[in-house]
């Protein structure tokens, strides 16, 4: 299952409840981008890419297989 660290990295590096990183980091709406840091939805690859793009990351800093899960 592939998991992502959205959560975390919005709350320890931008310090910011979803709506306002949605609307002042990521340009999404939260509609899109709540499901995905939930880990409910994957979302597509243009959206990660696009998540990451802001952040200034790779996406494989955001996305992370989690070895845990069968």
């Known amino acids: 299952m592939?998991?992502?660290r959205l959560k975390e990295i919005r709350m320890?590096?931008?310090m910011m409840n979803?709506?306002?990183f949605c609307e002042k980091v990521l340009n999404i709406s939260?509609?899109?981008?709540?499901p995905i840091e939930g880990n409910k939805v994957q979302g597509?690859?243009?959206?990660a890419m696009n998540?990451?793009?802001a952040l200034k990351r790779?996406?494989?800093d955001i996305w992370y297989f989690d070895n845990e899960a069968k």
Do not use: D, G, M, S
Request: charged share 40%.
């Open 2 to 4: 592939v998991k992502n």
């Open 12 to 14: 320890k590096e931008y």
């Open 18 to 20: 979803q709506k306002e």
């Open 30 to 34: 939260r509609y899109t981008y709540n």
């Open 44 to 47: 597509n690859i243009e959206t």
């Open 51 to 53: 998540i990451a793009k």
């Open 58 to 60: 790779k996406v494989e």
